[in-house]
């Protein structure tokens, strides 16, 4: 099933599911509360088709679940239908099997959500240009599902946010149209776990976090992730799961600028930073490897401790550890430039004139993705130091550079004939044996043990 024409969709029989009438205070009750009986055409939509929604849409459906995979870009649903979305190998196969099945249907018609028993909304939330949360595309999507809702589904966000955005842009909203959470309908929140390009765990081993408006909430939304999930495990708020998702980047990016500290201070002491990380993981407790790079992308670490920064900010608190970690993230591309021409330099040239290739700019190994990608910080801050910059990556064919214009993808990145290699994103296929023994390679990933000129960053 591949078309989004909502009149040549098929007619998916199923038996009707019981929801219960809203509970009225006992004065008002003169006979037992009589069930509704609301039949739902799909088990789950899924609002939003990117990185998480897409696999966590393909997971319930691989689980048995009738699925609605919504998302409002034409251009996006082409790319799935056409089987061209960055996925893991085993997600591939699940979607070619849901796009043959009736049971799993694409679409961009919002109205489609109210056949859903379960909507759930899987849309980025990024930070702008001043690290200020972007909360557009959440606030539309909330929006839209709020108008489309109806009585006994349940709806659960997993976008990364604010604590208290669930009540602000749903259960509020929800009550603007007289609809109670946890009496009319359901509503709950579940931090999203995706890693993507990360076959090593399984999207269905993954523990899920939920929590919910009410008890109710919390039942039914634990019952629809176990519907695909092995284990989740529910805390009895909102906002305790949305402090979840805040906790768990924060912690990464926190342990990620130490990484990045610590590499500089081996630098500075002649001792190898991958040798003294590799030594400190062989302790069995107290002690998790992070390595260090060129700086952080995707929409977690870089985006989500900021909007726990700025929602501290209009509570007047401080969170100084947090702050400066972020404040050494955003830093860490402008230090790869610098590095870039201390290397030249010593080498007797500088930045102004130099040909630098930099390898991969996809912001992490195995995935055609550059949000927040450190790679284009750098192109950018050697371009503007006057540097003739190129770069090469399979998966990211043209960038739009900060500013305006097109840089792209070399190739053949041997005749770029090259000063500088700075080692950006190593794709686990790609090959490096364009670059001569005699060559100056930056390694700003810290693994590229075999390359004979290495310098670290």
């Known amino acids: 099933m591949t078309t989004t024409d909502a009149t040549r969709m098929p007619v998916i029989t199923r038996a009707p599911r019981t929801a219960f009438a809203p509970a009225l205070p006992s004065a008002q009750l003169g006979t037992p509360t009589v069930p509704v009986q609301i039949d739902f055409d799909y088990d789950v939509a899924i609002v939003g088709l990117g990185y998480v929604g897409l696999p966590t849409a393909l997971a319930f459906h691989h689980a048995g679940s009738r699925v609605l995979a919504l998302d409002n870009s034409a251009q996006r649903i082409d790319t799935i239908r056409a089987h061209s979305a960055d996925l893991l190998d085993d997600d591939r ?249 201390d290397v030249l330099s010593d080498a007797g040239r500088g930045l102004v004139g130099a040909r630098v290739v930099v390898v991969g700019v996809a912001y992490k190994p195995n995935v055609a993705d550059l949000r927040e990608s450190p790679a284009i910080e750098i192109l950018a801050g050697l371009r503007d130091h006057g540097a003739e910059v190129a770069y090469v990556d399979a998966l990211i064919p043209s960038i739009r550079m900060p500013g305006g214009g097109i840089l792209t993808a070399t190739s053949d990145p041997s005749s770029f004939n090259a000063d500088l290699v700075i080692i950006h994103t190593k794709h686990d296929w790609a090959d490096l044996s364009w670059i001569s023994p005699s060559a100056m390679v930056l390694d700003t990933t810290y693994r590229e043990l075999s390359i004979p000129r290495r310098i670290l960053l």
């Open 93 to 341: 196969t699940r979607l070619l099997s849901a796009l043959d099945h009736p049971g799993f249907v694409l679409t961009a018609d919002e109205e489609l959500l109210a056949r859903a028993e379960s909507v759930i909304i899987c849309v980025p939330t990024p930070v702008d240009e001043h690290l200020v949360p972007d909360l557009t595309i959440l606030r539309a999507a909330c929006a839209m599902v709020v108008a489309n809702a109806v009585e006994g589904q349940l709806i659960l966000l997993t976008s990364t946010t604010y604590v208290g955005c669930t009540q602000d842009l749903i259960v509020d909203a929800l009550s603007k149209r007289g609809l109670e959470a946890g009496r009319d309908l359901y509503v709950a929140f579940s931090p999203e776990r995706i890693d993507p390009g990360n076959a090593a765990v399984s999207h269905d081993d993954v523990p899920r976090v939920v929590g919910g408006t009410t008890p109710e909430c919390e039942v039914r939304a634990e019952a629809l992730l176990k519907r695909y999930a092995r284990s989740v495990h529910v805390v009895h708020s909102l906002a305790a799961a949305e402090m979840t998702k805040l906790l768990e980047n924060t912690f990464r990016a926190v342990n990620i600028a130490l990484a990045n500290e610590f590499a500089d201070i081996c630098r500075a002491l002649d001792l190898p930073i991958t040798e003294v990380i590799d030594a400190a993981s062989t302790k069995p407790y107290g002690f998790m490897r992070f390595m260090p790079g060129p700086g952080v992308g995707g929409h977690c670490i870089p985006c989500d401790p900021h909007y726990l920064l700025w929602q501290l900010k209009t509570k007047h608190v401080e969170a100084p550890m947090i702050r400066q970690a972020m404040t050494e993230i955003a830093g860490r591309p402008g230090r790869v430039v610098d590095r870039a021409r």
